[in-house]
């Protein structure tokens, strides 16, 4: 019964492996193509007239290796990441990074063992299962076969029927080896995935570099807010504070000569002070609304809404209470995304979703004004993918020319 299994299964996957291997046999022969275009580039290098070439020729070389990378992909059932290093900047910032990425000497190692071994696999890939059916149809039609031009297997000449009979046993063993096919082609996706994937430590290396990278851009903002709530803070409220100071200083000295003066003056230090309250207040909220912590995200974005003087359909069903830092990240991702509508987009009208599983929330604000939105260094967008960055999340925005603008975010929520 198991072997009976085994031959079902191994029947089953022969077609594909075969297609696989034949495949392999075509991308074998541009890969020897490859080879010698990249043997002329490095002589021409040699005399300097192929530097220049260098960078493109690697460019050149990576559609071919995304072929093989899908194709090992599929055939292994699991997906084979590229992960190179940008080949951006001057000739010899480019010229470095093709020298110093792993991913490039291992696709060229690649190229250099499909082109020698490809072409093989795939010619007997394809020759075996005709040559097993061959011997098996020889019973038949020999006979029909002219005696001076008799088949010949293996340096068997059959001319009778015992000589067929023996070619004809000669398919057993021709028919185990190509049961093997299924194997060859799983070795074969198997030793391009370990050339064509991630270095081992690639992906860490690049988790790491992505972490700094959010990390350095979550102190910036850090550091960017605390300046502004600092500016506000000596602008604002502690200049009216200043004021209220020296306006109660003068009524005290004017409480004897002039009460009336007196009195008028305590009543502007009481406008001011008020004035002041409302500024810290607005402080206050920039730094963590407390309409989040009283009443929560949903209760937030509606108020965030109902001031906007564009028209918001909210669909905020389900969205439940998130960490703090989360809600808070929602709030100001939301609020900029308004202000960013109301003050170039000519919208109409603006949708807000929030959403996701438990451990994601996700935020889609969509707008009908003009598009073509772009993120720019220092604008509101920067800072919306920043703060999320900064959480392990991402942005995404779609705009383009005549709308809608579709600004979506990412938020994990932790464990």
Known sequence: MDVRHYLRDRLRQLPAAVGYLVMGGLTSLVSMFAVVALVFVAGLSLIGVGIPAIPEAIRLLRPLVAVERRRAAKELGVPI??????????????????????????????????????????????????????????????????????????????????????SALLAVPLALIALQTPVFARSQALLARALLGPAEGAALADRVAELTATRAAALDAHGAELRRIERDLHDGAQARIAAVIMQLGLADQLRAQDPGAADAMVRKAQDTATAALAELRDVVRSVYPPVLSDRGLVSAISALAARSPIPCVLDLSGVGRRPAAVEAAAYFVIAEALTNATKHSAAQGISIILGGAPELLTIEVTDDGAGGARETEDGGLAGIRRRAEALDGRMTLTSPAGGPTVLRVELPCGS
């Open 81 to 166: 990441e590229a992960a190179y290093q940008p080949l951006t900047g001057d000739l010899r910032r480019q010229l470095t990074t093709v020298f110093a990425d792993p991913a490039n000497l291992r696709d060229i190692g690649w190229l250099l063992l499909h082109a020698l071994t490809g072409l093989v696999m795939g010619c007997i890939a394809f020759a075996l299962p005709l040559s097993v059916l061959n011997q098996i149809l020889l019973l038949g039609y020999w006979k029909f076969l002219p005696e001076n031009a008799p088949a010949s297997n293996f340096g068997i000449d059959v001319v009778s029927w015992p000589t067929a009979l023996l």
